[in-house]
């Protein structure tokens, strides 16, 4: 997802969801499914996302202002340590300082950043965990109604015709199964169902790490 928070959301990977026919037994057809899409197509998780851009609004605005601010901070010694690893004989030693320096800026960054966003991650997290817990189950109806003996992810698949994907049927069935979810998770609840205290919600948003200075 290429919103306010990536990937995918604390801890809660979607599943392949492969359903095979018996080694001995006739493959009748094989199915495409992109489970991601599937998910993300549904009504439950659109109206859901729209939801928390006003539920959430003062928390993506905090979060998106600091972030902000945050690249701001950190320019400069970006392009400081790229200037001066491009120089003629560069200090390496210092260098390593500044890298060292750029490193432990960006990690506190990161988690400021994680902790504003927690709300947020936690929301969408549990948008999902309602989601997914139906998936299978449209899966394996979408894969009855379309007669499919197999389902394969679109990458593992070599090449394939338009009529094989059932994306789109697995999000019909989707909308059947969970019309719509709720964005306020219980005070306690914790992505994957762990205790609240563990775990925590991984971050919104991710500061590209820098490689390490290397002079000419």
């Known amino acids: 997802m290429k ?6 959301a604390a801890g809660l990977a979607l599943s392949t969801a492969l359903a095979a026919a018996p080694a001995a037994a006739q493959v009748n ?3 495409v499914a992109n489970l991601d899409a599937a998910v993300q197509r549904s009504t439950a998780w659109t109206t859901a996302m729209t939801q928390m851009q006003t539920t959430y609004k003062a928390t993506i605005d905090q979060l998106n202002a600091r972030e902000t601010a945050i ?4 320019q400069p010694l970006v392009t400081k340590l790229q200037t001066d690893a491009k120089a003629p004989n560069p200090n390496q030693q210092a260098l390593q300082q500044q890298y060292t320096t750029l490193q432990q800026r960006q990690n506190a960054a990161q988690q400021e950043l994680a902790r504003i966003g927690q ?8 948008v999902e965990e309602q989601i997914v817990g139906k998936l299978d189950d449209a899966l394996r109806a979408a894969m009855t109604r ?3 003996s197999l389902v394969v992810r679109p990458e593992a698949a070599l090449s394939y015709q338009p009529a094989a994907d059932i994306t789109a049927d697995v999000t019909t069935e989707l909308n059947r199964l969970v019309p719509s979810v709720s964005i306020t998770p219980p005070a306690n609840w914790q992505p994957g169902g762990q205790e609240a205290g563990q775990q925590p ?6 500061q590209p790490q820098q490689k390490q200075p290397q002079g000419r």
């Open 29 to 31: 057809s094989i199915g």
């Open 71 to 74: 690249r701001t901070e950190l």
């Open 119 to 126: 709300p947020v991650s936690r929301a969408r997290a549990y």
């Open 146 to 148: 379309k007669n499919v």
């Open 201 to 206: 919600a991984q971050p919104a948003t991710q």
């Open 3 to 8: 919103t306010m928070i990536k990937t995918l």
